[in-house]
């Protein structure tokens, strides 16, 4: 059974930073791409970054480049998502998903599996 399960998240200011981790169990990542997206109140959910570990390629949002950093552990099986220099409009439910394959995608649909969540809030 694929899970994933997000932990870091929590209360930061402006300009702090957070590190949102995601394990992953009942797969490896040398065939799979896994991604950071995000859904605040009222809006949809949005890809914030991804990553094939494999091919080492990685992708970012234009709303995060140069602020978020994605990295993987493949030993520990588990994806990071370094947030520095965090901004009030970063505050959402931050999701990580897995898709099948080794394409980078920041599209949510081509995603199948997601962990449950974890809040980020940044206050000003």
């Known amino acids: 059974e694929v899970q994933l399960v997000e932990s870091g998240g929590g209360l930061e200011q402006a300009g702090g930073s957070l590190r949102l981790s995601c394990a992953a169990s009942g797969f490896t990542f040398d065939d799979y791409v896994i991604g950071w997206f995000r859904q605040a109140p009222g809006k949809e959910r949005e890809g914030v970054s991804c990553i094939s570990s494999s091919h080492g390629s990685t992708y970012y949002a234009d709303s995060v480049k140069g602020r978020f950093t994605i990295s993987s552990d493949n030993a520990k099986n588990t994806v990071y998502l370094q947030m520095n220099n965090l901004k009030p409009e970063d505050t959402a439910v931050y999701y990580c998903?897995?898709?099948?394959?080794?394409?980078?995608?920041?599209?949510?649909?081509?995603?199948?599996?997601w962990g449950q969540g974890t809040q980020v809030t940044v206050s000003s």
């Open positions: 998903a897995s898709r099948k394959g080794r394409v980078i995608t920041l599209a949510p649909m081509d995603y199948d599996y």
